[in-house]
Each structure stands twice: as C-alpha cells, then as structure tokens.
C-alpha cells in the first residue's frame, strides 16, 4: 500500500475530514488530496504531524507503507503484522466510505 493510501485511511478511520486535517497540518486541501492519491510524497515533517494528531507513531505508518515485494530480507514477523495492520485499517475505512 502506499504512503498516501495509508494516511487517508488512517484519516478516514478517525472520521476526521480533508479539510479539517488540511487545515490542522498547515497544508491546503488540494495538496492533501494529492498526497493522499499518491500524485506527491509527503515529507517527513508532514508525517510528523500526522504522527500527533492520530497518536500514531511514524514507524508503523512506514511499517503499513513498506513494500515488503522488493525487500524479500524482512522477517515473517514484520511482514505478519503489517499484513494484519492493513487488514484492519481496510476493514474499517471501507465500512466508513459506504456510510
């Protein structure tokens, strides 16, 4: 999954508009839907912020984001939980885009 994919789910999963979030990380709308659409790649800074409002920590957004099909050396562990993770963030940011 890519980076912009996991930080609108995990946008969606805390029922927290484009707009609102734009505003509360100093970015326009616009900007965030590209990002969120995986047109540009935020920055560090930028997935700081959103480390802060959700309470989420940077490494399991990248952990979520990490393409384990190019680096065959990650431990089933690893390659365990992030599978789970995004399991369980599909689930409930696809139930909330139906509503």
Known sequence: MKIG??????????SVSAKDLAHDINISPSYLSEIENSKKTPSLELLNKYSQIFEIKVSTIMLMAEDYSENKRKSKPEMFIQKRLIKILNKHTDELEEN
């Open 5 to 14: 994919e996991v930080l609108k789910k995990i946008r969606l999963l805390y």
